[in-house]
């Protein structure tokens, strides 16, 4: 048995019956009958929400099933995204105060967290849209006239909001991403890429880190004695290696310069900026080493938190990964190669969008 006042919404506010349920009041019934307070589909708006289900093809009076399945997918992704731009503009807030309240950090986790939760929920939703096959896509696709997913100003929006940066993104059509916005909406799109991000207020953070003073525990000078003593020992051992004429020699030599050019790269500071301005790095070289010397000592008490909250920005990144690319699956195996119902060049605009560069938290 359910104890049902342990319920968030307990039977009694859900209706007798399955018809009652669904002829719920009106919300904007001032007169409608509500047992115990408020009611259910009053407080959800539901009468508003299920309106919005309105089908293109039952205006021209065929209406094809699938349709509902489509709208309801992308209206429920247009949900979820609002949801979590609720979540990072949180986290933003609590990182802009200086210095951040380490209490705070378990908030910031769990809000990342969340996060990260709702968009395996993204992931997921593609394989019910999956079960549409692209024979009944196409009844209804042409009644989608020039509307594209790429329209999704909350998706831009959040794009903008992780870090993402505009010269980072492929072209639409050889335009800038904004022109596709009403004037209103282009100024909330412009002033979020202007403002802080989830990117630059991390990067203020990680450069912060206690233990990076020169005149205290100096971690940077600790963490280069000891990484090049052991590109020393490697080198050391891939000569041995190459005098005593050992078959993979050459291959030792040349794994043993490839780490000591990455290591370089990451112990020189011009070198570190240079690949800055190509793209190849988002943070700043103080709150690279921050992030190092965090995941270095990420077993102490002080560090655990702020080491699950990197590794969660990575998974932010993975997952958002992830979705575009199965989404670049859907649509070639829905349209081919066939134009995106916005202009673009559909699976090729969108398979380019699946690189490196639209990562925010490689480093």
Excluded at 13 to 41: F, I, S, W
Aim: glycine share 6%; net charge negative; aromatic share 10%.
């Amino acid at each position: 048995p359910t104890d049902s006042s342990r319920l968030l919404f307990p039977p009694d506010t859900m209706g007798d019956t399955e018809q009652e349920a669904q002829n719920l009041p009106d919300t904007r019934d001032k007169d409608a009958p509500v047992k115990g307070g408020l009611h259910y589909g009053v407080y959800l708006q539901l009468d508003k929400l299920f309106s919005c289900v309105d089908l293109q093809s039952s205006k021209r009076g065929e209406t094809v099933h699938d349709e509902h399945l489509f709208i309801v997918i992308h209206q429920v992704y247009e949900l979820w995204f609002k949801q979590i731009l609720w979540e990072v503009d949180s986290v933003i807030k609590l990182f802009q105060s200086e210095p951040l309240d380490e209490r705070e950090m378990l908030v910031i986790v769990q809000r990342l967290k969340r996060v990260v939760e709702i968009q395996k929920v993204l992931y997921d939703q593609i394989t019910v849209l999956e079960t549409m096959s692209p024979t009944s896509f196409k009844l209804f696709r042409d009644f989608l006239d020039k509307a594209s997913g790429f329209q999704s100003f909350q998706f831009r929006l959040l794009e903008n909001k992780m870090g993402l940066r505009h010269h980072n993104r492929s072209k639409y059509q050889q335009m800038h991403y904004w022109e596709y916005f009403s004037p209103e909406k282009r100024e909330v799109l412009k002033a979020a890429e202007d403002a802080d991000t989830l990117l630059t207020v991390v990067e203020r953070w990680l450069e912060r880190t206690p233990g990076l003073e020169e005149t205290g525990f100096n971690f940077w000078a600790k963490y280069q004695k000891n990484v090049l003593a052991w590109l020393s020992a490697v080198r050391g051992e891939a000569e041995r290696a190459a005098e005593g004429g050992e078959g993979a020699e050459s291959d030792l030599l040349k794994e043993c310069e490839k780490n000591e050019a990455n290591f370089s790269a990451i112990f020189d500071e011009s070198a570190h900026e240079a690949l800055q301005e190509r793209g190849d790095r988002k943070l700043s070289h103080k709150a690279l080493r921050g992030a190092l010397m965090i995941s270095m000592y990420a077993n102490e008490p002080r560090f655990s938190l702020p080491h699950t909250m990197l590794m969660l920005l990575i998974d932010i990144d993975h997952q958002m990964m992830r979705w575009r690319g199965q989404h670049v699956l859907l649509v070639q195996r829905m349209i081919g190669k066939l134009a995106g119902t916005g202009g673009s060049s559909g699976y090729m605009y969108l398979r380019a969008t699946c690189g490196d560069r639209y990562k925010v938290f490689n480093d």
